[in-house]
């Protein structure tokens, strides 16, 4: 049974080296006001819980909350997916319009979740979270192999590809769950097809 969370994005058949000056450029940019992706990361994670328990108890219900808000949330984290993946190399330009140009970022089902069940996910997900610690540090020295390839051949290795792709799935599975959008704690893999694993609960 698959994720109720699916990414996915489009392999490039060919990377420019313009872009990845511009990629670099961003990130110096980004750097000087002191904004990261891993602190905007940080900010959804802790944000979109505390959101999420306080628009379903003025709202009174789940139901309510995913009706009036989950396209709003999902319009904010396809523009960040899309903005993440071209920084991650994964995609080679910015969406000019939407961010479904160059991105994939869908969420199903209906969620059944309480004020308090949804706050608690500040806790509940940083196991989820430690994991995309690890697995991004390594993506890290994963996105150096990629940079060079690029500026050597145009190219990225497809197994780079796909592990930085991974990076991207799991970064908005977390942040979809964090959200309250799905009730299915986020799994441990990158790849798209895999079985539902259980939730933490909390008491």
Sequence with gaps: MAYP???????PAQHSRLQLGLRMLAVIALSVIGVSTGGLFYVLYLGLPVFAAVRISSL???N????QDRPRILFALRWAAAVTAWLALVVD??????????????VEGQPDQTPSSAAWRVLLGLPS???????????ALVWLWAALAIL????????AWAYLAGLQR??????????????????????????????????
Excluded at 93 to 106: A, F, V, Y
Excluded at 152 to 159: G, I
């Design 5 to 11: 969370v699916h990414f996915d994005a489009v392999e």
């Design 129 to 139: 979270a430690l994991v995309l610690g690890l697995l991004s540090l390594f993506g």
């Design 93 to 106: 330009r910015l969406p000019s319009g939407s961010p479904d140009e160059t991105i994939r970022l869908n």
């Design 64 to 67: 309510a909350y995913v009706t």
């Design 170 to 203: 799991y970064t908005y599975r977390l942040l979809a769950y964090q959200a309250a959008l799905v009730d299915e704690y986020p799994p441990f893999a990158l790849s798209e097809l895999h079985e539902l694993t259980s939730a933490p609960s909390a008491q």
């Design 60 to 62: 009174g219900s789940c």
């Design 152 to 159: 050597l051949s145009q190219s990225v290795p497809r197994s």
